[in-house]
């Protein structure tokens, strides 16, 4: 690509012309990444799932005080489990049952107690910095108000709740820069009562929550419906238009565009980029699939980036059914369905992201685009970052019409710059980099 000539108009004093365009993407797997990705343990998960469907049922509405059978049963595990993998972290890591009474709702009949059990790893530079990855554990049949009937949930979802618990393990002897939760939630067939109440606690506290990731049918790439079996694909559903978009903010939006640049578009775009080898995060531009969501859903709707990973192809015969032969056809959601493999890979890919996002400076904050003038160039302005290794920043831009970033501009340690590019003609984004290389996610500016 040609050569652009860039101002900087920085507090320090001017700059020469700088040669931009490099391709976008982000660096590649550090060291410590790959030793985390060889340590997650597809013979561990396996156990995970099959002591969770060991349970019988994990419906919200089944007991909470039977030490073999039942929610309750599930939820004490979890936690000890966690509370052990807790003792490798030198104290950084801490594990709470966050509960409370969830009133009559829906499928809620009476009043019940939810749990979510939180591990949370302390980041060791800028812990106020916080990303969060869930899995539910409640599970259902077919009538989603049945607490008996045994309901074994193994790819919805004791899938997700190997990866985070599987996460936490590995994660415990690390020293993230910034703090990374692993949370099992519940309540979420019953309507994300879980992850609501999490979300609202978070927000609640002015949480600085820069992504959050809900691992939901997790479970395998083979749909055991005679199409071909897709193990290295997995799906990551990110939304477009904010969820949490204000009226004056969607004023904006229609007059000069941004519907593929909300902050959980450029997350995606941040996991696609530092997905590891061995698999293949298909993007999908869409909150969640036709009549289905999720936990993340939670977040979002709290204004904070998130996002959904589910398995490539789903068998609605495995998922939400009562556990049954019918025609010679078995319905329930079994382990024999599951690929622990799988499930592993699926927990590599969120282990890359979380890790890539903590050892990066967070996403550049206040990014404004100066709109108050006619100009063929544009100027940027953002919140300076506080991460001790921070380096400078990255303009990127691309094609209105363009899916990903195209091109990308080093212009220092600054707080605003002014490129000679017509804000008209393309679509902008600030990223911030520390001094190793490692990139956050990209900010798309406000005007
Ligand atoms: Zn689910």
């Given at each position: 690509?040609?050569?652009?000539?860039?101002?900087?108009?920085?507090?320090?004093?001017?700059?020469?012309?700088?040669?931009?365009?490099?391709?976008?993407?982000?660096?590649?797997?550090?060291?410590?990444?790959?030793?985390?990705?060889?340590?997650?343990?597809?013979?561990?998960?396996?156990?995970?799932?099959?002591?969770?469907?060991?349970?019988?049922?994990?419906?919200?509405?089944?007991?909470?005080?039977?030490?073999?059978?039942?929610?309750?049963?599930?939820?004490?595990?979890?936690?000890?489990?966690?509370?052990?993998?807790?003792?490798?972290?030198?104290?950084?890591?801490?594990?709470?049952?966050?509960?409370?009474?969830?009133?009559?709702?829906?499928?809620?009949?009476?009043?019940?107690?939810?749990?979510?059990?939180?591990?949370?790893?302390?980041?060791?530079?800028?812990?106020?910095?916080?990303?969060?990855?869930?899995?539910?554990?409640?599970?259902?049949?077919?009538?989603?108000?049945?607490?008996?009937?045994?309901?074994?949930?193994?790819?919805?979802?004791?899938?997700?709740?190997?990866?985070?618990?599987?996460?936490?393990?590995?994660?415990?002897?690390?020293?993230?820069?910034?703090?990374?939760?692993?949370?099992?939630?519940?309540?979420?067939?019953?309507?994300?009562?879980?992850?609501?109440?999490?979300?609202?606690?978070y927000k609640d506290a002015g949480a600085d929550i820069q992504a959050m990731f809900s691992n939901d049918i997790v479970g395998t790439g083979n749909a055991h419906d005679g199409t071909r079996n897709d193990p290295r694909t997995v799906r990551l559903f990110v939304?477009?238009?904010?969820?949490?978009?204000?009226?004056?903010?969607?004023?904006?939006?229609?007059?000069?565009?941004?519907?593929?640049?909300?902050?959980?578009?450029?997350?995606?775009?941040?996991?696609?980029?530092?997905?590891?080898?061995?698999?293949?995060?298909?993007?999908?531009?869409?909150?969640?699939?036709?009549?289905?969501?999720?936990?993340?859903?939670?977040?979002?709707?709290?204004?904070?980036?998130?996002?959904?990973?589910?398995?490539?192809?789903?068998?609605?015969?495995?998922?939400?059914?009562?556990?049954?032969?019918?025609?010679?056809?078995?319905?329930?959601?079994?382990?024999?369905?599951?690929?622990?493999?799988?499930?592993?890979?699926?927990?590599?890919?969120?282990?890359?992201?979380?890790?890539?996002?903590?050892?990066?400076?967070g996403t550049p904050k206040g990014v404004v685009i100066d709109a108050t003038q006619l100009t063929n160039t544009t100027t940027l302005r953002w919140q300076p970052g506080t991460e001790p290794d921070l380096a400078g920043y990255e303009v990127v831009w691309r094609?209105?019409?363009?899916?990903?970033?195209?091109?990308?501009?080093?212009?220092?340690?600054?707080?605003?710059?002014?490129?000679?590019?017509?804000?008209?003609?393309?679509?902008?984004?600030?990223?911030?980099?520390?001094?190793?290389?490692?990139?956050?996610?990209?900010?798309?500016?406000?005007?």
């Amino acid at each position: 690509m040609s050569t652009r000539r860039t101002f900087l108009v920085a507090g320090a004093a001017t700059a020469a012309a700088v040669a931009a365009s490099t391709p976008a993407r982000a660096a590649a797997p550090d060291r410590e990444l790959r030793r985390i990705l060889r340590e997650i343990d597809p013979a561990r998960v396996e156990a995970i799932v099959r002591r969770l469907v060991s349970f019988g049922t994990r419906h919200t509405l089944s007991a909470q005080d039977d030490p073999v059978r039942g929610i309750g049963a599930a939820r004490d595990w979890i936690f000890a489990e966690l509370e052990r993998h807790a003792t490798a972290s030198d104290g950084r890591m801490t594990v709470e049952q966050q509960s409370f009474v969830q009133p009559v709702s829906p499928r809620v009949p009476v009043p019940t107690r939810i749990t979510n059990v939180v591990a949370t790893l302390r980041g060791s530079v800028t812990p106020e910095r916080i990303y969060v990855v869930t899995g539910h554990y409640d599970s259902r049949v077919t009538d989603v108000m049945d607490a008996v009937k045994d309901a074994p949930g193994a790819d919805d979802d004791a899938s997700g709740v190997a990866v985070i618990m599987e996460l936490a393990r590995v994660f415990a002897t690390r020293r993230p820069e910034a703090t990374l939760v692993f949370a099992a939630v519940a309540g979420e067939e019953q309507g994300l009562y879980g992850s609501d109440h999490m979300a609202q606690a978070y927000k609640d506290a002015g949480a600085d929550i820069q992504a959050m990731f809900s691992n939901d049918i997790v479970g395998t790439g083979n749909a055991h419906d005679g199409t071909r079996n897709d193990p290295r694909t997995v799906r990551l559903f990110v939304e477009g238009v904010p969820t949490s978009e204000t009226p004056a903010e969607a004023t904006t939006r229609k007059s000069t565009g941004g519907e593929n640049d909300g902050p959980s578009r450029q997350l995606g775009r941040f996991v696609k980029d530092v997905e590891p080898d061995e698999m293949n995060v298909r993007i999908v531009w869409r909150r969640d699939r036709y009549l289905r969501g999720s936990d993340h859903i939670s977040f979002l709707l709290r204004g904070y980036p998130a996002a959904r990973f589910t398995e490539p192809r789903e068998n609605f015969n495995h998922e939400h059914q009562d556990v049954r032969v019918e025609n010679g056809v078995q319905y329930g959601d079994l382990p024999e369905f599951c690929d622990f493999g799988y499930i592993a890979r699926v927990a590599r890919v969120n282990a890359a992201a979380l890790w890539s996002l903590a050892q990066a400076p967070g996403t550049p904050k206040g990014v404004v685009i100066d709109a108050t003038q006619l100009t063929n160039t544009t100027t940027l302005r953002w919140q300076p970052g506080t991460e001790p290794d921070l380096a400078g920043y990255e303009v990127v831009w691309r094609e209105t019409t363009a899916p990903d970033w195209q091109h990308s501009l080093p212009v220092g340690n600054v707080s605003t710059v002014t490129v000679d590019l017509s804000k008209d003609n393309v679509l902008f984004g600030v990223r911030a980099v520390d001094t190793t290389g490692h990139r956050s996610p990209a900010a798309a500016p406000k005007p």
